[in-house]
């Protein structure tokens, strides 16, 4: 196989007339993916929408229980979370169907939930106890990227070559 220059490559993706997906590049021949989800791409994709429901789910608390006095901060606050849980629901649904771009987003915004969970290591004063928050913060992000680190996620994100 040709070494194609990484600046005129760009990715095909159509169902052939057997139910493969296709992915080729300018030039080249095309590969044929079977169109299946691998099992740790499913995993993925519904944990990273079960986070963005949970983004959801505060922000529309935080912008129904405002405080006098304070909300500026909670209008805030609340738009945003509801948009961070837009970008996540959207890789979500990039990741069930397998496109490349959602892996991106995807892993980003689990490295940002580590440090966000990193934060609530320890308890504060002024919200209290909030480590099983951060434990499970966590656990759902470490769980999201091993599943997008594995062979298969990575092969059905079109992140390897085919070796045949």
Known sequence: MTSISAMSVYRIRHIDSRGCSCMGSKGTNVTRVPNTLPKSLFIAAGLVALQAGALAFVGIGTLTGLVAGRVGVGIGIGIRLLVLAAGRGYAAKGLLGANPSARGPALVTQ????????????????????????????????????ALATGSARRALADLPDES
Request: net charge negative; aromatic share 6%.
């Open 111 to 146: 490295f940002i939930a580590l440090g966000l969970a990193w934060s609530l290591r320890s308890p504060d004063e002024a919200t209290g106890d909030n480590r099983l928050v951060g434990v499970l913060i966590a656990a759902s992000a470490l769980i999201v990227l091993a």
